[in-house]
C-alpha cells in the first residue's frame, strides 16, 4: 500500500502525517514541490512482461512526463530478493544524499521507500505499483528497498551520466524507520 509518513527532522519518533489516500499524498507532497502522480497502463501486462513492453504499456504516461521535464533517458531496473548484490545495492543510497537532477521513478510492481528531507520535515514515501515520484534535484533524500528487495521501476533521466549521488554526511537517515516491504506503516508514536 502507498503511503506518506512525515516527521520532525529532529524528533523523528513523532509522526506528524499518515496517509494511503493518493489524493492527500499528492496534495502534501505537492505543497512543498514534489511530485507524486498515480498512473496507469494503457494495456494489461503479464508478470514477466519484458523491458519493452512495459515502457510501450506507459509510453503516454512516459511521454508527456518527459516533453514537460525534459527527460529524455529511459530504462527499466528491477530487482528481486534472491538478488546476489542485494544488500550492496540498498546500502548505495541508504545515506542521506542529493542529485543535480531529478531523481524520477515509476513503480510497476513491488514497493520501495523514499524518504526527503525538506525543511524540518522527513517525508518517508513508500511507493507501489503505479506511483510516480520524482525527487527534486537537490533535495537531501535516500532511499530503502528493504532486506528483500522487490520491485521494477522505470527510470527518468536528463542524463544518467550525471546522475551521481553527493553524500551529505548526514546521519539522519538512521534515525528513520528502515523499510520493510509487506511493513508500509511503520509503529511509531502519534503527536
Ligand atoms: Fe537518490
Not at 506518506?4 to 512543498?32: F, K, M, Q, W
Not at 546476489?84 to 545515506?95: C, D, G
Request: hydrophobic share 40%.
Amino acid at each position: 500500500m502507498t503511503q506518506l509518513s512525515i516527521y520532525s527532522d529532529v524528533h523523528p519518533d513523532v509522526n506528524l502525517a499518515d496517509t494511503s489516500n493518493r489524493d492527500e499524498i499528492t496534495a502534501l507532497l505537492g505543497a512543498v514541490g514534489v511530485r507524486y502522480e498515480l498512473w496507469s497502463a494503457d494495456v494489461e501486462l503479464q508478470r514477466d512482461a519484458g523491458d519493452e513492453k512495459i515502457l510501450s504499456a506507459y509510453g503516454r504516461e512516459i511521454k508527456r512526463l518527459s516533453d514537460e521535464a525534459g527527460y529524455n533517458s529511459i530504462d527499466v531496473f528491477r530487482i528481486a530478493p534472491d538478488n546476489p548484490n542485494r544488500v550492496a545495492f540498498r546500502q548505495k543510497f541508504l545515506a542521506e544524499h542529493t542529485h543535480d537532477e531529478d531523481e524520477v521513478r515509476f513503480f510497476v510492481e513491488g514497493s520501495a521507500a523514499f524518504y526527503l528531507h525538506i525543511g524540518d520535515k522527513v517525508y518517508r514515501v513508500v511507493c507501489t505499483r503505479g506511483d510516480l515520484l520524482s525527487v527534486p534535484a537537490g533535495t537531501p533524500h535516500w532511499f530503502d528497498m528493504g532486506s528483500e528487495p522487490s520491485f521494477t521501476a522505470i527510470r527518468l533521466f536528463v542524463s544518467p551520466e550525471g546522475w551521481v549521488a553527493k553524500f551529505t554526511g548526514s546521519a539522519i537517515a538512521e534515525t528513520l524507520p528502515l523499510f520493510e516491504s509487506g511493513a508500509a506503516s511503520p509503529a511509531v508514536a502519534q503527536a
